[in-house]
Protein backbone atom coordinates (compact mmCIF):
# COMPACT_ATOMS: atom_id res chain seq x y z
CA UNK A 1 0.00 0.00 0.00
CA UNK A 2 1.42 3.72 -1.00
CA UNK A 3 -0.33 5.25 2.31
CA UNK A 4 1.40 5.20 5.85
CA UNK A 5 -0.34 5.73 8.82
CA UNK A 6 1.27 7.62 11.47
CA UNK A 7 4.45 8.46 9.95
CA UNK A 8 5.86 11.70 8.22
CA UNK A 9 5.97 11.02 4.50
CA UNK A 10 9.52 10.68 3.90
CA UNK A 11 11.42 10.30 0.35
CA UNK A 12 12.30 6.83 0.56
CA UNK A 13 8.44 5.97 1.35
CA UNK A 14 7.57 8.27 -2.13
CA UNK A 15 10.34 6.27 -3.96
CA UNK A 16 9.46 2.66 -2.50
CA UNK A 17 5.74 3.41 -3.96
CA UNK A 18 3.93 0.73 -5.50
CA UNK A 19 1.01 1.04 -7.59
CA UNK A 20 -1.66 -1.70 -8.97
CA UNK A 21 -1.26 -2.45 -12.45
CA UNK A 22 -4.37 -1.61 -14.60
CA UNK A 23 -4.78 -2.84 -18.87
CA UNK A 24 -5.65 1.33 -19.42
CA UNK A 25 -3.73 2.93 -16.72
CA UNK A 26 -1.25 5.65 -16.30
CA UNK A 27 2.48 5.14 -18.04
CA UNK A 28 3.99 4.04 -15.32
CA UNK A 29 7.41 5.18 -16.13
CA UNK A 30 5.93 8.71 -16.15
CA UNK A 31 4.18 7.85 -12.38
CA UNK A 32 7.64 6.42 -11.02
CA UNK A 33 9.49 9.61 -13.16
CA UNK A 34 7.09 11.90 -11.12
CA UNK A 35 7.52 10.14 -7.86
CA UNK A 36 11.09 10.91 -7.82
CA UNK A 37 10.88 14.49 -8.55
CA UNK A 38 8.41 14.65 -5.26
CA UNK A 39 11.16 12.74 -3.59
CA UNK A 40 13.78 15.07 -4.65
CA UNK A 41 11.59 17.72 -3.54
CA UNK A 42 11.07 15.99 -0.06
CA UNK A 43 14.75 15.82 0.80
CA UNK A 44 15.35 19.41 -0.17
CA UNK A 45 12.51 20.23 2.01
CA UNK A 46 13.55 18.16 5.40
CA UNK A 47 17.51 19.06 4.68
CA UNK A 48 15.68 22.98 4.71
CA UNK A 49 13.55 22.27 7.58
CA UNK A 50 16.54 21.17 9.68
CA UNK A 51 19.12 23.80 8.76
CA UNK A 52 16.37 26.16 10.05
CA UNK A 53 15.62 24.32 13.40
CA UNK A 54 19.29 24.32 14.11
CA UNK A 55 19.68 28.18 12.93
CA UNK A 56 16.14 29.45 15.42
CA UNK A 57 18.33 27.08 18.29
CA UNK A 58 21.55 28.95 17.75
CA UNK A 59 19.25 32.15 17.24
CA UNK A 60 17.45 31.32 20.89
CA UNK A 61 20.81 30.56 22.37
CA UNK A 62 22.62 33.84 21.56
CA UNK A 63 19.80 35.87 22.53
CA UNK A 64 19.64 33.98 26.04
CA UNK A 65 23.17 34.33 26.74
CA UNK A 66 22.76 38.00 25.11
CA UNK A 67 19.86 38.84 28.32
CA UNK A 68 21.88 37.32 31.11
CA UNK A 69 24.96 39.16 30.21
CA UNK A 70 22.52 42.47 29.95
CA UNK A 71 20.55 41.60 32.94
CA UNK A 72 22.38 44.19 35.21
CA UNK A 73 22.24 46.95 32.43
CA UNK A 74 18.34 48.08 32.65
CA UNK A 75 17.74 51.62 33.55
CA UNK A 76 17.59 52.15 37.27
CA UNK A 77 14.04 52.70 38.61
CA UNK A 78 14.87 55.60 41.13
CA UNK A 79 12.65 53.58 43.66
CA UNK A 80 9.07 54.49 41.30
CA UNK A 81 7.79 50.68 41.35
CA UNK A 82 6.15 51.72 37.98
CA UNK A 83 9.54 52.21 36.96
CA UNK A 84 8.35 55.57 35.56
CA UNK A 85 10.84 58.63 35.81
CA UNK A 86 9.90 61.42 37.29
Known amino acids: M ?11 HVRAAEFD ?6 DPAQVYDYLDRV ?3 LTRLHRE ?3 ANTESERIRQAL ?5 RHT ?15
Open 72 to 86: DCRPATHGHPTGERR
Open 49 to 51: LTT
Open 39 to 41: ADE
Open 64 to 68: RQWQS
Open 2 to 12: IYLSGERLQSH
Open 21 to 26: RRWRGL
